[in-house]
Each structure stands twice: as C-alpha cells, then as structure tokens.
C-alpha cells in the first residue's frame, strides 16, 4: 500500500487532468465598497447574486447600478432584567428583595455578622 501512494500528497492534488471538463457558465459582478475598495466576484450564470458584499475592511459593499436595500430592523436583545419583569412586577421584586435582606438586617442588628 505505501509503495503505491509513495510521492503523492493524499487529498491535496486530484489525479485526474481538466481535458474534457466542461466548467460552469460564470459571470463576473462587480461591487463598490465605501471605503473605496473594488470587488470582482465571479458567480455561476443561474445564481442569485446578492445586493451586498461585504467587503475585506469590513464594509459591505453594494453591486454596482443597483439600489442600496432597506436597513433590517433591529432585533431587540431580551436581557435577563426584560425576562424577570415578564414574570415578576416591581412591586413582586421589592416585597422578595425586604424579604430576603430581613434576615440579614437581623444578623447585622445581633452584630453577629462581621465588617
């Protein structure tokens, strides 16, 4: 087995040569970065080609001729504290936070709790 595979790269280089290989129709779309930058992505004929690239720096750039799409808007981020009010009212909180400190308070009042 090793003598058959010895000088070749496994995975890297295909066997195989590229005659009579007929590749995908592709066209070449153009994007316009506003920082400046110019990209040239090569598609297939039947793509869709996205409105917006983004682009090496980060930006993302719009195809060139075509309309600069809506802004999505964005989604709000639930936190911890929007999840406990769907639950629990002010008032709720107050009255578990007095319970929750008497104890404390008592301890602090029979100086059994130490600085």
């Known amino acids: 087995m090793s003598e058959a595979l010895r000088g070749t790269r496994l995975g890297a280089t295909s066997l195989e040569n590229d005659r009579d290989v007929e590749f995908a129709p ?5 994007y316009n ?10 598609f297939a004929v039947e ?8 682009c090496h720096c980060g930006e993302m750039a719009l195809l060139v001729d075509a309309v600069k ?3 999505k808007p964005v989604k709000h981020v639930r936190t ?3 999840m406990l009010l769907e639950r629990r009212t002010i008032a709720d909180l107050e009255e ?12 602090d009042d029979a100086g059994l709790r130490s600085a």
Not at 34 to 42: S, Y
């Open 96 to 107: 578990l936070l007095e319970e929750r400190l008497a104890p404390l308070e008592a301890d």
């Open 69 to 71: 799409p809506e802004p």
């Open 33 to 42: 970065c506003p920082a400046g930058h110019v990209i040239n992505m090569p």
């Open 26 to 30: 592709r066209m070449t779309v153009t």
């Open 47 to 54: 793509a869709e080609v996205p409105v917006e690239w983004e």
């Open 80 to 82: 911890h504290w929007d």
